[in-house]
């Protein structure tokens, strides 16, 4: 269905191929993943697949493209519309029309099909996608789950033979995220689709993958394989997939499912290890930072947040939890003063320094330019939002000037944070750590009491993932309060103390972690669902108490 | 009578109409009447939507047009005879400035025509900003002849480009605060407007290339040149008819080429979208239908434009004469027949779930 022969692409202004020799063959109807760390040519792969690299994004491609027996040299990607269906990582980057009705019939309209054939299909997608309720809605009202279906409908409508999706999940909170892949392995299974999915979060995806495109680094040798021998070699894998390598099980079990199936003896052997990993640091308890009092947020009409009471201990990670659109970005904002509270109170612990609020706390909102700083910091969801430096380097000395800080701390913090990342590059140029680890660097600079971290792992791949849970860690150590808006489940077992799980603008559930998670379907990490009733999170748990090296 | 939005040529015809009709009078009763009479009809039939919004825009710049008339009018104007009311230094300039003088007499008289010629620039102005308001963009867009490729994206990415401006405004004002910069003065907007214009500039790559790929614009089974041809006919013939207009308008040009380029260029254009159009590249899931709103609608705009031709005397080249405007009573019925697009056609869909924005597009929540 798609073929690729010693395909090659370069970008304009770069000397170093993006892609080299690759050839590889997907066939009709099979759910192909594609994976590799961060800048290893993931995009671009999936960009050739409908004619979007090089007619877009400019550059050279070598080689030859085939997809559905048309040679994308010959093809621009408006040809090739009625073969493939292609969605962005940015859902609503890609919406042209206004409501979710029109744009369900966008690519069916530009592919000329008759008014009757459009009608049936648009009210198809509907049903098959869940999307009737929203029918009429307008585009930008919608959550990130739902804006996701919708693109997927929109492309999925024209009945395309091909998927090419890229980080469709990214977005999505685990059960939206199942939602989604529930619905294309039945397309697979139902209507033959060919689709091929990038992913980071393999621990959603590789259990439905027929094969596995693993891409070593830019440039570097490519590999299309069964997802057995993917995982069994890659060093990209899941936890699931880490838990059956400690464990020595073969074949390398994928899925829950088929872990669980092996794990009786795992189980066996941990439930007589003399101890179960002790809970939490004794020292994770701080004094409060921060205390919100029955807070209440609306936005025209619609409320975001509702009777909200927290406190927020020093030394503590918490990961705030809940659905897209339960109001975890809300109540980030309220801490750092950017939403306004329509009824209760947000207080943050003072700090020393210039400001001499230190022992007294203050309302976030009251604070202006650089005294904010040196309270609360926030990265926000898309880290490039804070930076507008040329370089790295420009973006440090602008932070430690504006933070009041000794010249080159910022740098300093951000090497320690990311070792190994070049200062001469633009922000944008920098890999998606190395851009979080910037935003982070410029926050910790205002020597902060009380972090923010709004979805940090989006984009991110495990070696990457695991670096900013290490550098979570040794920041709750040193005493900095920390709170993390996350929809992954897995960073959230890695590092976190205290698990609140918000619903609707409700606290639902507010706990230790491992008492949290465990007893939720939908926020339990991997390991623990694996093995379950056992109160173990991580891996590391695993191997602390199988007694091997950590 | 059901909801729906009335048909965005229908809405265009009659603010046409109603301008036309401003420009035919020099009455200053009759010019506030139109005004009223299309903002209340704006105001009955808008949705709320950017676009729409942008209404409160364009009565404002109406009113400042106003106001910067007359105050041009007193520091640096034609003089007219009459009443004299202010007198100011000023300096009569040489001959080749073709009467103006820099301060000087200020004359009611020359306040009035001030005034006039202002309120008729603002009522042209209200009527081009309730076209806006009313005509839905996308559905306008698919009246575009499909032979306009490039236009076409063109103005997707303008109608997207305003909400998606006010979204990362707002956004990378909230970013800029938590890095405790100055948000307001000269250094907070260039702070603002440089990441801004950058993330538009990305936005509206990403939105042609998902357009591209989701088959807009697509050639099928149609020629290169053949689509070549009827583009550059229609883009012809639209320009000639612009001219055309422009000409039939102006009171000073010849009339007799105005009306040929007017008739010439928009047969051209048909034709070119006409012989486009047979070979189907484009289809639509609803068709915007035409009935008897629309007929009403685009009649009552044309028809007030007829009536003022006809009833109205052309007192555009008259003198000023400083008394109370003689409104005639059947003009002022015949402005209210515009009303009529506000009152008897049926409202628009009530927005549904549009008031909530999405928080999750902002930094943290709406600021």
Redesign the interface.
Same mark, same amino acid.
């Given at each position: 269905m798609i073929q690729l022969q010693d395909v090659a692409v370069t970008y304009a202004g770069s000397e170093a191929p993006a892609l080299s020799g690759v050839t590889l063959s997907v066939p009709e109807g099979e759910l192909c993943l594609v994976i590799g760390g961060t800048g290893s040519g993931k995009s671009t792969l999936l960009g050739t697949m409908?004619?979007?690299v090089p007619?877009?994004t400019g550059g050279r491609l070598s080689g030859r493209v085939t997809v559905a027996g048309r040679d994308t040299a010959h093809h621009?990607?408006?040809?090739?519309?009625?073969v493939?269906?292609?969605v962005?990582q940015?859902a609503? *980057?890609?919406?042209?029309?206004?409501t979710v009705?029109?744009e369900l019939?966008?690519?069916?309209?530009?592919?000329?099909?008759?008014?009757a054939v459009?009608?049936r299909r648009?009210e198809d997608t509907m049903d098959l996608l869940g999307l009737a309720d929203l029918r009429?809605?307008?585009l930008?009202?919608?959550?990130?789950g739902e804006a996701q279906r919708v693109a997927i409908g *929109?492309?999925l409508a024209?009945q395309p033979r091909i998927l090419v999706l890229d980080e469709p999940t990214s977005a999505l909170d685990p059960g939206a995220a199942e939602e989604v892949l529930a619905i294309l392995q039945r397309l697979v299974h139902d209507i033959g689709l060919t689709v091929v999915i990038a992913e980071h979060r393999l621990e959603r995806v590789v259990q439905y993958a027929d094969s596995v495109i693993v891409l070593a680094g830019p440039g570097g040798p490519v590999r299309h394989c069964s997802p057995g021998e993917a995982m069994a070699e890659s060093d990209i894998f899941p936890p699931v997939v880490a838990l059956g390598r400690l464990a020595g099980w073969a074949p390398l079990p994928l899925s829950i499912r088929d872990a669980r199936r092996a794990a009786p003896a795992l189980r066996a052997r941990l439930q007589d290890a003399p101890a179960v990993p002790p809970t939490a640091p004794p020292n994770r308890d701080g004094p409060p930072v921060a205390q919100v009092r029955g807070l209440e947020?609306r936005?025209?009409?619609?409320t975001?947040l509702q009777g909200l009471d927290l406190d927020v201990r020093a030394g503590q990670i918490t990961a705030v939890m809940g659905r897209?659109?339960a109001g975890k970005?809300?109540l980030?904002? *309220?801490l750092?003063g &950017?939403?306004?509270p329509n009824r209760g109170t947000v207080r943050i612990a003072g700090a020393d320094g210039p400001e001499r609020t230190d022992g007294l706390f203050v309302d976030p909102r009251a604070l202006v330019?650089? *005294? &904010? &700083?040196h309270h609360v910091?926030?990265v926000?969801?898309q880290p490039s939002? &804070?930076l507008?430096g040329e370089t790295a380097a420009q973006e440090c000395a602008q932070?430690d000037r504006?933070?009041g800080s000794p010249a080159g701390l910022t740098a300093q913090l951000f090497q320690s944070i990311a070792p190994g990342a070049e200062l001469e590059r633009h922000p944008r140029d920098l890999s998606e750590g190395q851009r979080l680890a910037l935003a982070l660097a410029?926050v910790l600079s205002?020597r902060p009491r009380l972090v923010l971290l709004?979805e940090p792992t989006r984009g991110l791949d495990y070696p990457a993932k695991a670096r900013l849970a290490r550098t979570l860690r040794e920041l709750a150590a040193a005493g900095l309060a920390i709170v993390l808006a996350t929809h992954d489940v897995e960073l959230a077992a890695e590092c976190s103390d205290r698990t609140v799980v918000l619903a609707q603008g409700q606290l639902i559930a507010d706990g230790p972690s491992r008492d949290v998670v465990t007893h939720s379907p939908v926020f339990a990490p991997q390991v623990a669902k694996i093995l379950a009733p056992l109160p173990m999170l991580t891996i590391a748990d695993v191997r602390l108490a199988l007694g091997a090296p950590r | 009578m059901k909801p729906r939005l009335v048909h965005p040529v229908a809405w265009w015809l009659w603010a046409i109409g109603m301008a036309a009709a401003a420009m035919r009078t020099r009455n200053l009763v009759l010019l506030a009447l139109i005004v009223a009479v299309v903002c209340y009809v704006t105001l009955a039939r808008r949705i709320d939507?950017p676009w729409a919004r942008a209404f409160t825009l364009m009565w404002r710049l109406a009113l400042l047009t106003v106001l910067f008339t007359v105050v041009l009018q007193i520091v640096l104007g034609i003089r007219y005879p009459g009443t004299v009311l202010l007198r100011l230094p000023g300096t009569t300039l040489p001959d080749w400035s073709g009467g103006i003088a820099l301060g000087g007499d200020v004359t009611a008289e020359a306040l009035l025509a001030a005034l006039t010629n202002g309120l008729r620039l603002a009522a042209i102005i209200v009527c081009f900003g309730s076209a806006n308001a009313l005509a839905h963009p996308?559905r306008l867009l698919r009246v575009v002849p499909a032979a306009l490729y490039e236009l076409g994206v063109a103005a997707?990415v303008a109608i997207t480009f305003v909400?998606q401006l006010a979204e990362s405004t707002v956004?990378?004002r909230?970013?800029q605060?938590?890095? /405790?910069?100055?948000i307001t003065g000269l250094r907070g907007l260039r702070?603002l407007l440089?990441?801004v214009l950058e993330e538009s500039l990305e936005?509206a790559? $990403?939105? $042609?290339?998902?357009?591209?790929?989701?088959?807009? /614009?697509?050639?099928?089974d149609v020629g290169r040149a053949f689509r070549a041809l009827t583009g550059a006919a229609v883009l012809v013939g639209l320009i000639g008819a612009c001219f055309g207009t422009y000409t039939v308008i102006d009171s000073a040009a010849d009339r007799t080429v105005g009306v040929v380029a007017l008739a010439g260029g928009t047969a051209v254009a048909a034709a070119g979208a006409l012989i486009a159009g047979r070979r189907?590249?484009?289809?639509?899931?609803?068709?915007d239908p035409w009935g008897w709103p629309e007929w009403l609608t685009a009649g009552s705009g044309i028809a007030v434009a007829v009536a003022y031709r006809i009833a109205v005397p052309n007192d555009v080249n008259a003198g000023y004469e400083l008394e109370w405007p003689h409104a005639p009573v059947s003009a002022v019925l015949l402005t209210v027949v515009g009303v009529l697009a506000g009152v008897l056609t049926p409202r628009p869909?009530l927005?549904?779930?549009?008031?909530?924005?999405?928080?999750?597009?902002?930094? $943290?929540?709406? /600021?």
């Open positions: 409908n004619g979007l007619y877009f621009p990607p408006r040809e090739l519309a009625d493939v269906g292609a962005g940015d609503r *980057a890609t919406f042209v029309t206004d009705i029109d019939a966008y690519t069916m309209e530009s592919l000329a099909l008759p008014r459009m009608r648009v009429d809605r307008d930008r009202t919608l959550s990130g *929109a492309v024209a947020v936005y025209a009409g619609v975001a897209n659109g970005s809300t980030l904002g *309220a750092c &950017l939403v306004k330019g650089s *005294a &904010l &700083l910091g926030l926000p969801q939002d &804070l507008y932070s504006e933070s410029v205002g709004d | 939507a996308t997707v909400p956004r990378i909230q970013a605060r938590l890095r /405790g910069r100055p702070g440089v990441p936005r790559i $990403a939105l $042609a290339a998902s357009m591209d790929s989701r088959g807009y /614009g697509r050639r099928g189907t590249q484009r289809t639509s899931l609803r068709k869909p927005p549904g779930a549009r008031a909530t924005r999405s928080p999750e597009r902002q930094l $943290a929540g709406t /600021g």
